[in-house]
């Protein structure tokens, strides 16, 4: 009788079938993880981007509570050089800006006057400033230029984002008032001075062609209503928006657009004063 041995494997067609199956099978799986890593990014930028917009509009309103004088609005004021990046208006493109003025889209800033920390006490440049008047003002300025202006090393530097370069930063700007007093005239130049990121990704007010948001006025002064009521403005209204753009390398036609609260409304609150008009004695 003859005996006829067999050896068990696969053929060339099965192993083909096999390497396919575990191809398609590991497709999905990698699939899957990079759409739940990307879900998780958005959602913790989402997260970060809110947080980031809310803190900034907080601040903001706490200095206007703070005031002695808020600039009302049609005024022009300029902020250092008109070649400083970290100062330059994102709609005119230099350092002058006019505060709710009657033009569309506004300039985006705010500005005010703070009374000293300790009122009576010396403000010199020497080094006591606890006795001066303060001078703030809160600007969104396009994120290339904010770039520009700060080295990759610096503090201030967000770090480049290619897919962003149209979108705004808000920018928190103040002086010491040295020699100040409330009897002079308020002024309308400002120079010298410390500029520092406050809030990165801001939505641009004035819409850039090809963003799909909407346009909104940032900063809305309120005048005030009683003839006897000091020269400058009684309120402000902060509207805020944030923008940002997710994806991969340099172009924006595939990356996913993130805009909050939604595509058309901004955050909005409304401060008032409590210090406006009064007068500290130095």
Do not use: H
Request: aromatic residues 10%; proline residues 8%.
């Amino acid at each position: 009788m003859k005996n006829t041995s067999y050896i068990n494997g696969f053929t060339l067609l099965e192993m083909l079938i096999g390497m396919l199956m575990t191809t398609l099978v590991m497709g999905a799986i990698v699939g899957y993880f990079q759409s739940s890593t990307r879900a998780s990014y958005i959602s913790v930028s989402r997260a970060e981007m809110q947080q980031d917009v809310v803190n900034a509009q907080q601040i903001i309103a706490g200095r206007l509570r703070e005031a002695w004088y808020i600039y009302p609005s049609g005024t022009t004021i300029s902020l250092g050089s008109g070649t400083a990046k970290t100062r330059m208006n994102p709609i005119t493109g230099n350092n002058t800006w006019n505060i709710d003025g009657p033009t569309i889209p506004k300039d985006p800033i705010v500005a005010m006057i703070l009374p000293p920390q300790v009122p009576g006490d010396i403000c010199n440049s020497g080094g006591v400033t606890s006795g001066c008047y303060r001078f703030y003002a809160y600007y969104a300025e396009k994120r290339s230029d904010w770039l520009t202006g700060n080295a990759p090393s610096s503090a201030e530097n967000p770090g480049d984002d290619p897919l962003n370069t149209d979108v705004w930063v808000l920018v928190q700007y103040n002086i010491n008032l040295f020699g100040f007093t409330p009897t002079m005239t308020i002024p309308s130049s400002i120079a010298g001075g410390n500029a520092s990121l406050l809030a990165d990704y801001i939505a641009p007010s004035n819409v850039p062609a090809g963003m799909p948001s909407t346009p909104y006025t940032m900063f809305t002064i309120i005048s005030p209503t009683l003839p006897t009521a000091p020269a400058g403005a009684a309120g402000v209204t902060i509207n805020l928006a944030t923008f940002r753009r997710i994806g991969s390398g340099s172009t924006s036609l595939s990356s996913t657009v993130l805009r909050y609260p939604d595509a058309t409304s901004t955050y909005s609150l409304t401060s008032f004063p409590t210090n406006l008009g009064k007068i500290v004695q130095n």
